[in-house]
């Protein structure tokens, strides 16, 4: 299934397609940005990264191991073929990812899954406030660099 295809289901369960822009858009990686319309209470986003895994026919994979690890890691090489970033790969940084986000007052969730060779990084978040929508960002990769 091309990467195009699974973020236009993603997006579409999400009701983000509407305004959603692609941050980087190769053969290899998409990463699209987007709002979501639906009102998911902050309890439900796990839930719901789990359910459009499964709805997408994805296998959803621990992001601490040695897999998720890996998988990472070739995501990192896929943007960095496109995009410039100083230093080392980093696999780790997706683990401080909520950690920075709860620190701006965000709750979020995030979650990793495969469907074949293509690897699907999912993340939701929004102001601990209740104000304001539902931001998603949304990392589809072919798994082989």
């Keep these: ?38 009102k998911i209470d902050p309890e439900e986003l796990s839930i719901t990264i789990s ?3 499964k709805v997408i026919g994805a296998r ?13 890691g070739i995501m990192d090489e896929n943007i960095r073929a496109t995009v410039e970033i100083p230093g080392e790969t980093d696999v780790y940084g997706i683990y401080r990812l909520k950690e920075s986000f709860e ?16 690897a699907i990084f999912l993340v939701l978040w929004k102001d601990k406030s209740g104000i304001g929508p539902l931001f998603v960002e949304l990392v589809v990769s072919n798994s082989e660099a």
Excluded: W
Aim: with cysteine; glycine share 10%.
């Design 1 to 38: 299934m091309p990467t195009h295809e699974i973020a236009g289901k993603i997006m579409g369960e999400l009701d983000a397609f509407h305004g959603s822009k692609p941050a980087i858009d190769t053969p290899q990686i998409l990463i699209v940005r987007g709002m979501s319309k639906k």
């Design 51 to 53: 359910e459009i895994m």
């Design 60 to 72: 959803r994979m621990d992001v601490f191991s040695e897999e998720a690890t890996n998988v990472i």
């Design 103 to 118: 620190s701006m007052n965000c709750h979020t969730d995030y979650g990793l899954g495969t469907i074949g060779q293509i």
